[in-house]
């Protein structure tokens, strides 16, 4: 563990958020997700009666189909447990994602559309965790495959790497390093 070790401690909350990559046999993307909340104690809850220990709270899912431009061509999103029974009611919303590409600015535009009342929290958490996943899958799987047959691989990764975090900054060895 890289972490030093922590004071006596109980465990209360726990988040887990798996996130896959899938290459599809129609040359499409599909980015898969879920997101589960659960407590390590049993509660009441309005809406289920009584939630038990280690049992989904927040059970979200999505899956966002792309093309290798990283425009999102289909979207699906699913609650499968919830505290309260309108929140999957909000699932048809993320539709809108449709034709958005994940690029530059994709982050903001999805706190513009589903910010607040507009969506569900841990959808939107979500969706950043996905277009991460979309960018870990398909740019270094489609570079492997040009550099395997021969070609040359995408080489524009400097101008999508530059001052997106510190090791990356223009200034700094890695970003000069990038070809254009």
């Known amino acids: 563990m890289p972490l030093p070790a922590a004071a006596t401690r109980k465990p209360i ?16 993307w599909d980015i898969e997700g879920s997101l589960i909340d659960a ?16 049992e989904p709270i927040h059970e979200m899912w999505m ?51 589903f910010g607040g009342v507009e969506g569900c929290t841990h959808h939107v958490e979500l969706i950043g965790r996905l277009a991460t996943v979309a960018f870990q899958s ?13 070609r040359s691989p995408n080489t524009n990764r400097r101008s999508r790497l530059v001052n997106t975090c510190h090791a990356f900054a223009e200034d700094g060895p890695i970003a000069q390093g990038l070809k254009e």
């Open 138 to 150: 398909i740019f270094p799987y489609r570079n492997r495959q040009a550099a395997a047959e021969g």
């Open 63 to 113: 899956r966002l189909t792309v093309d290798d431009s990283m425009t999102i061509v289909e979207v699906y999103a699913e609650t499968d447990n919830s505290p309260f029974a309108i929140c999957p009611v909000i699932t048809p919303q993320f539709q809108k994602l449709k034709g958005l590409r994940i690029a530059k600015g994709f982050n903001g535009k999805v706190f513009e559309l």
């Open 13 to 28: 909350h726990n988040r887990n958020i798996n996130c896959w990559g899938y290459l599809r046999e129609d040359g499409l």
């Open 39 to 54: 407590k390590t104690y049993a509660f009441p809850n309005e809406h289920r009666g009584e939630i038990k220990a280690n």
